[in-house]
C-alpha cells in the first residue's frame, strides 16, 4: 500500500513538473508572437497646406523592425486628439475632418524582410470646392494578416500611422480662448515653477500658438520671459500646454502673463495669475519674530505699569507729611 502511494505521489509531482514546464512555453510563444509584430512609419507627422483645386503629394518610410518576414497593408483613418496632444484613431463616421475621399496611398500591400525599408507615397488631391479649414487623418502601417495569437484570441495587428494635418486656404474660421492658466500652488519654495495653459480651439482648423509668458516682481519689474511652448489644438479641442521656469528667483510676489498669438492675423490671447516665492524658514522666522515682538511689547507695557506704580507709591508719603 504505501509502494502504491508512493508512486501516485511521484507520478503526480511528473504532472506537475510538465504542466510547469508546458505553460511558460506558452506565454513565451505570445510574448514573442506579439514582439515580432514590429513597424515604424517616419515622420510622425506632416502639417501640410493647400488651396481648393491643388494637390499634394509626399511620401513615409514604413520600416519592419521584426526578426521576420511580415505583410503589410497601408489605409487612412480619422482620429482624434486629447488635450495632452496624444492621437486616437476613431470609426470613419466620428469625424467630420476625414481626409481618406481626398487620399490615396501607393503601395497599398507590400512584404519587408526583417529590417527592410519600403516609401510609400501618398497623394492628397483638393476639391475645387472644398471648404476653407482643417482635414485630417492618420495614414496606417499594419500587418495584412489576422493572425490569432494562440491561446487568446486576440488578433495581433499591430497598427502604427503617421498623422496628416491639411489647412485648406479660404476663408477660414480663427476662434480660441484661454480656458485656465495656473500654477500648482499659490506659494513656492524656490523653483522650478510649473505653468499650466489650457487652450480652447473654438476653429475650423488647427492652431500652433506661440508667445510668450512673462514673469514681473513684486515692483512691476521683468524678471524673466519664458518662450511658449508651441503644440498644435485642433478644431473643438482643448490642449494643456505645461511648462516649467526653473531659474532661480529671488524672494517675493510674482506676476505671470500669458501673451499668445494665434491664426493668420495675430489674433491675441493673455491671461495672469500671481504667485509667490516665499520659503517655509523665512515664515517660521517670521513668525517667531512676530511672537518675539509681541512679547517683548507686553513685557514693556507691564513693566511701565510697574514703574508707574511705584512712582505713585513713592510720591504718597510725602504728600502726608507736608499735610501734617
Not at 501640410?48 to 518576414?69: C, E, F, H, Q, W
Not at 485648406?168 to 524656490?190: L, P
Request: glycine share 6%.
Amino acid at each position: 500500500m504505501k509502494i502504491v502511494n508512493c508512486k501516485l505521489r511521484i507520478l503526480a509531482l511528473v504532472v506537475l513538473v510538465l504542466v510547469f514546464s508546458v505553460l511558460p512555453a506558452n506565454i513565451r510563444a505570445q510574448e514573442a508572437t506579439v514582439d515580432q509584430a514590429k513597424v515604424s512609419i517616419s515622420p510622425p507627422l506632416f502639417e501640410l497646406s493647400a488651396k481648393p483645386g491643388d494637390t499634394i503629394k509626399s511620401s513615409m518610410k514604413v520600416v519592419n523592425t521584426s526578426g521576420i518576414v511580415q505583410k503589410y497593408q497601408m489605409g487612412i483613418q480619422p482620429f482624434v486628439g486629447n488635450e495632452l496632444g496624444q492621437a486616437k484613431i476613431v470609426a470613419e463616421d466620428d469625424s467630420i475632418y476625414f481626409l481618406k475621399n481626398w487620399t490615396k496611398i501607393t503601395p497599398s500591400k507590400f512584404t519587408l524582410t526583417p529590417l527592410q525599408t519600403q516609401v510609400v507615397k501618398f497623394v492628397i488631391t483638393i476639391p475645387v470646392n472644398a471648404e476653407p479649414g482643417g482635414q485630417y487623418g492618420s495614414i496606417l502601417a499594419y500587418l495584412a494578416n489576422n493572425d490569432k495569437v494562440s491561446g487568446t484570441g486576440a488578433v495581433t495587428r499591430t497598427k502604427v500611422g503617421s498623422l496628416i494635418l491639411v489647412a485648406v486656404a479660404g476663408d477660414i474660421s480663427y476662434s480660441a480662448y484661454v480656458k485656465e492658466f495656473k500654477v500648482d500652488k499659490i506659494r513656492f519654495e524656490h523653483s522650478p515653477i510649473t505653468f499650466n495653459s489650457r487652450i480652447h480651439n473654438n476653429g475650423s482648423v488647427h492652431i500652433k500658438p506661440k508667445g510668450f509668458i512673462t514673469l514681473t516682481n513684486i515692483f512691476g519689474r521683468k524678471t524673466a520671459s519664458i518662450d511658449f511652448d508651441q503644440k498644435n489644438i485642433f478644431p473643438k479641442a482643448d490642449r494643456l500646454i505645461t511648462q516649467s521656469y526653473d531659474q532661480p528667483l529671488k524672494i517675493g510676489r510674482y506676476v505671470a502673463t500669458l501673451n499668445i498669438l494665434y491664426g493668420e492675423k495675430g489674433d491675441q490671447l493673455s491671461s495672469e495669475l500671481v504667485f509667490y516665492v516665499f520659503p517655509m524658514w523665512l515664515i517660521i522666522l517670521c513668525i517667531a519674530l512676530l511672537i518675539l515682538f509681541v512679547l517683548l511689547f507686553i513685557y514693556r507695557k507691564r513693566q511701565k505699569r510697574k514703574f508707574a506704580k511705584l512712582l505713585r507709591a513713592a510720591k504718597a508719603p510725602r504728600s502726608i507729611r507736608r499735610m501734617g
